[in-house]
């Protein structure tokens, strides 16, 4: 009997004449289809058709599953692909489904009008069927108007596929949107999909080159996380890029693109968490200019959209932006932000002493590096500034000489500092003895600062 595969033993006391009997029971075998049913829909379907042989009973189940998740690398053949995704769609019709995610070569098809015209059947299918997850790798194929009508679509989940114009979107239960390498009809059709999401929580956007968005507006009432990463492309076409973000409740911000020309920023009153690698187009050479006032504007925009923030982790090249502007102008105060996170790539550190002056509140600061200026001033040469609220802090690259000041300078500010840790690459460590040696030397400001090397 094929059901033996899945027995299982029952556990039984010591006076069970049972056990004695070596009597087995069929835990798996007597679940309810139910209950079934929702444990393969965590598995690929691959992995569904392969538990179903364990047992006779089974031999039909992958059909009732609620959810389909396949690729199309898992066929031999395109043909036995479409057949296979047919005849789920085809079975238990009346049931809801929970989840369709289908991964798919465009090259396999080789007329792209029929593609659009199966991947068109099946999402009327699927909708029809009050589909609430739908997660589709296509290949540059078209998605069809009625996913933007889907009352039943809690997550949308799109690769690589082709998004048309709306006239109209109405998406009342999707709280997450996961966009990579997308292309849209316009600007007005990537717009219109965020702003018709009215419960929307959480969107990722990975942008594809020529994705035909040269103003991207996030506008959201509910949006609590946002993921932006820019195209990679570099040239003129792609220099003029603007990101309008508008989400009072926002608490979570990735920004990610180094060519775009402005971010514009407001109503982040609720920011709790940034991560911003930016450059405001000041790549391949372009340094800030003081006279050019539009920029300097937005560039004191984008900071005080930001001033609220309270965890936040920045790239070099954008707090060399900002150095660059605090040389024309003060920066804003961050009264918040208590835990900040930097790392250096051949940038200066001399923004540091006046990025500390703007944030009251810091407790907790992470440095990384894998270069540092030659020029042992870069740091102690600047007016010092008493950093009054610092408690921990944590260094993460090797240490030579010229990084021994900016050790010596956390140090020699920092009152409350509760615990410096140094953590060192295999270089450093070959001179641990030099570097304590050296420590013990550097008068702290904190009579109870522990210095941790690791």
């Known amino acids: 009997d094929e059901d033996k595969r899945v027995r299982t033993k029952r556990s039984y006391s010591p006076e069970s004449s049972d056990k004695k009997s070596g009597y087995e029971v069929d835990w798996v075998r007597d679940l309810p289809e139910s209950l079934l049913c929702h444990i393969l829909l965590n598995l690929p379907t691959k992995d569904v058709i392969k538990n179903c042989v364990l047992s006779t009973k089974w031999r039909y189940l992958w059909r009732y599953v609620p959810g389909l998740d396949l690729d199309c690398s898992d066929f031999t053949e395109y043909n036995t692909f479409v057949s296979f995704v047919d005849r789920f769609l085809s079975s238990n019709t009346e049931s809801y489904l929970n989840k369709f995610k289908l991964g798919f070569d465009c090259d396999l098809v080789g007329d792209e009008e029929t593609g659009n015209a199966q991947m068109a059947r099946w999402i009327n299918d699927v909708v ?77 956007l990975c942008r594809s080159n020529n994705d035909n968005v040269k103003v991207l507006r996030v506008r959201s009432q509910s949006l609590l996380s946002f993921n932006y990463n820019g195209p990679n492309t570099m040239g003129p076409e792609y220099e003029e890029l603007i990101v309008e973000i508008d989400t009072p409740k926002l608490q979570d911000l990735t920004l990610s693109h180094r060519m775009t020309a402005s971010f514009i920023i407001e109503n982040l009153s609720s920011l709790v968490e940034a991560d911003i690698d930016i450059e ?22 984008f900071l005080v959209g930001l001033s609220r923030v309270k965890t936040m982790t920045i790239a070099a090249c954008t707090l060399e932006v900002i150095y660059d502007y605090s040389r024309c102008e003060p920066l804003p105060l961050f009264p918040n932000l208590s835990f900040f996170s930097v790392e250096f790539y051949q940038k200066r550190w001399e923004i540091l002493p006046f990025f500390f002056k703007s944030c009251s509140n810091l ?51 920092s009152p409350i500092l509760k615990k410096l840790t140094l953590s060192l690459d295999h270089s450093s460590r070959k001179k641990s003895c030099v570097i304590l040696r050296e420590l013990i030397t550097i008068p702290r400001c904190s009579t109870s600062c522990r210095v941790i090397v690791l």
């Open 128 to 204: 029809k069927r009050k589909v609430q997850h739908l997660d589709l790798e296509w290949g540059a194929l078209e998605i069809p108007p009625i996913v933007y009508v889907c009352k039943s679509l809690v997550s949308l989940k799109l690769c690589g596929v082709m998004l048309p114009n709306p006239e109209f979107v109405c998406l009342p239960s999707v709280k997450v949107i996961v966009l990579d390498w997308v292309k849209f009809a316009n600007d007005l059709a990537l717009e219109m999909l965020i702003s018709g999401c009215l419960v929307l929580k959480s969107l990722t």
């Open 363 to 413: 407790k907790s600061l992470v440095l990384e590096s894998d270069y540092f200026p030659r020029k042992r001033t870069s740091i102690i040469s600047e007016p010092r500034c008493l950093l009054s609220s610092l408690e921990y802090v944590k260094i993460e690259f090797a240490l030579d000489k010229g990084k021994m000041e900016l050790v010596r300078y956390l140090l020699e500010n």
């Open 280 to 301: 405001f187009n000041f790549c391949r050479g372009k340094k800030f200019d003081p006279d050019d006032l539009p920029k300097r504007e937005m560039i004191r925009n």
